[in-house]
């Protein structure tokens, strides 16, 4: 997986709490980014920082929330805002944060929420 | 609307043969096209990039292949393995904005 852990690989969290996803990385990147991986559907970006302290909502942030305080660490809040949270999620990185820069992913973390 | 669609959906075959999956796109101006293999809760690996220029490129058992002018890519496995059942995802970036657009995926399962 490239050098990118993410922990736990199976969380489960009842309705209404937060809970944060881990996403860590060694490979020397700037950019990292969030993906919400669901059934019958392609990725779609949640959040993304091109260098430390900065990042940008993608698709679908609202009810996320994430910090780069690191440059290897990129986690990820699922807040009680987000209507829908259970979903598999992928965390990845990238040397350079344009289109031809190659992602390299981690291996998921599944949150179930009941 | 999904800028990517892949087809088909879900493909079962039988260890040995070859397949073909499919990727139209519609994100638009090209900057290139990449394929991704993800095993069954994993993280999606790259298998081949093409930019605007290449037509074919292969990784072993996969090639792949990009019609630019019809915005189609296709991925060939060879000799399937059973270890080749996985999902196989096309992905294509917009050169203007940097974004990249994932298809739904080809769910492969090779049979023994």
């Known amino acids: 997986d490239g050098g990118i852990t993410q922990s736990p690989k199976y969380l489960f969290r009842k309705e209404g709490q937060n809970v944060t996803l881990s996403c860590e990385q060694n490979l020397n990147h700037d950019a990292m980014y969030w993906y919400r991986q669901d059934p019958g559907q392609g990725l779609r970006l949640i959040y993304y920082?091109?260098?430390?302290?900065?990042?940008q909502k993608g698709d679908i942030a609202e009810g996320y929330s994430v910090s780069r305080e690191k440059k290897e660490s990129f986690p990820l809040t699922v807040t009680s805002a987000q209507k829908n949270p259970t979903a598999f999620y992928l965390c990845?990185?990238?040397?350079?944060?344009?289109?031809?820069?190659?992602?390299?992913f981690g291996p998921g973390t599944r949150l179930t929420v009941t | 609307k999904n800028q990517v669609e892949q087809s088909p959906q879900s493909l079962i075959i039988l260890e040995g043969k070859n397949c073909t999956l499919q990727?139209?796109?519609?994100?638009?101006?090209?900057?290139?096209l990449r394929w991704y293999k993800q095993d069954t809760g994993r993280g999606p690996v790259s298998l081949t990039i093409?930019?605007?220029?290449?037509n074919t490129k292969s990784n072993g058992r996969y090639t792949a292949t990009l019609d630019a002018d019809t915005k189609q890519s296709s991925l060939h496995i060879t000799a399937s393995q059973l270890s080749d059942s996985a999902s196989y995802i096309c992905?294509?970036?917009?050169?203007?904005?940097?974004?990249?657009?994932f298809g739904a995926g080809t769910r492969l399962t090779v049979k023994p």
């Open positions: 920082s091109q260098i430390v302290n900065d990042f």
């Open positions: 992905v294509v970036s917009d050169r203007d904005n940097n974004d990249m657009r």
């Open positions: 990727c139209n796109y519609t994100v638009s101006p090209f900057s290139n």
């Open positions: 990845a990185s990238s040397r350079v944060s344009t289109g031809m820069g190659e992602q390299y």
């Open positions: 093409m930019t605007f220029s290449e």
